[in-house]
């Protein structure tokens, strides 16, 4: 990591935690409905482990609607703050998402849109992962070449597959329903919380917390 740059993150699952979100989708799924909370979430998770759209199809066997996502209830992962913090002092950060509009706005509500030096958002981009087009977009803006950019995120089909193939550095954290379907495109790391790349990246933390990571390649 010694050649790197920038640090480009997801948003959902990555710094963002989504559980209450997904909890409440789940409930307004099966809303007026026979189906059990408990049957419909574990077949959510079953499809998880072999698709990378396992909501859809989770719906699409009950016969079911899609709810509006609440990002009302989205929250930052307890240690986000301080990881941003502490990596902003030694490299330049971004943001490469799929999100609804706003998402600058809910960044600085979140106090965290300050340690950002580029965001680029699918709703203002009108471009979306994994198209390679957005990692480009962004690298551009960044004056970055891809060998000096690392992409953190918590899917293998909208994060790591398009960074690595376009030559950035890949960092997949395990949250939310991250789980690999194809362990031929392993990340350049995989870690389990944000606060491993402290580590990864050598960078002093204000705790004394232990962090583990798996180096993969």
Excluded at 3 to 15: E, H, P, Q, Y
Excluded at 89 to 105: D, M, S, V, W
Excluded at 157 to 183: C, E, S, V, Y
Excluded at 200 to 217: C, G, M, Q, R
């Amino acid at each position: 990591m010694k050649d790197v740059k920038w640090i480009f993150f997801d948003l959902g699952s990555t710094i963002v935690d989504e559980r209450d979100c997904f909890e409440d989708r789940f409930r307004k799924t099966i809303e007026g409905s026979s189906i059990p909370y408990e049957l419909f979430k574990g077949r959510v998770i079953e499809y998880a482990k072999t698709s990378d759209i396992p909501f859809r199809l989770a719906i699409a066997k009950y016969g079911l609607s899609k709810p509006k996502w609440n990002t009302s209830l989205e929250k930052l992962y307890p240690d986000a703050k301080k990881v941003l913090e502490a990596l902003s002092h030694n490299y330049k950060l971004g943001l490469i998402a799929n999100q609804p509009p706003g998402t600058e706005k809910r960044l600085k509500d979140w106090g965290i849109l300050e340690y950002f030096d580029i965001v680029k958002a699918s709703a203002e981009e009108k471009l979306e992962k994994p198209s390679t087009k957005i990692f480009w977009k962004s690298l551009e803006k960044a004056g970055c070449k891809p060998e000096e950019a690392v992409m953190v995120g918590d899917r293998i089909d909208n994060d790591i597959l398009p960074a690595r193939k376009i030559g950035m550095k890949t960092i997949w954290i395990k949250q939310g329903f991250a789980i690999a379907h194809d362990n031929s495109t392993l990340p350049t790391y995989t870690i389990n919380a944000l606060s491993d790349l402290l580590m990864i990246f050598d960078v002093p933390s204000t705790t004394d917390e232990d962090v583990d990571y798996i180096f993969e390649e």
